[in-house]
């Protein structure tokens, strides 16, 4: 695949994206879907590009393509903006390393205070 032909691919699903939030979402609650809501709607498209290519018909399958990629790209946008914020933890007692999303008080090996060291 070309640079020219990824970028037209791209391209294609972007126009998708906006497609399917206008004439079938609600901007608002796409924007609070989870990435499993995304997920769950590109898995259904999947099914439509099996049958799609059993049948042969290339414009329905490019059509199905990107019904199906445009929800994957959401999903993808949701879990890369919902990223939490990692820190790693040291415990002082055993020195073994954690990195947890959120603090915990104790080691789960030794159950010692844990000692934050760096966000990441």
Known sequence: MTLQEAQSFVQ???AQQKLNREAHGDSD?????KPLDWGIIGAEHMGHLIGALRC???QVIEK????VVGPLLECWNTV???VKQVSEYECPKCNERFTL???NDKCPLC?????KIQEK
């Open 80 to 82: 890369k903006t919902s």
């Open 111 to 115: 159950e010692s205070k844990l000692k």
């Open 12 to 14: 294609a699903v972007l």
């Open 56 to 58: 042969g018909d290339e």
């Open 29 to 33: 609650a796409d924007d609070q879907r």
């Open 101 to 103: 999303t959120e603090a």
């Open 64 to 67: 199905e393509i990107l019904h």
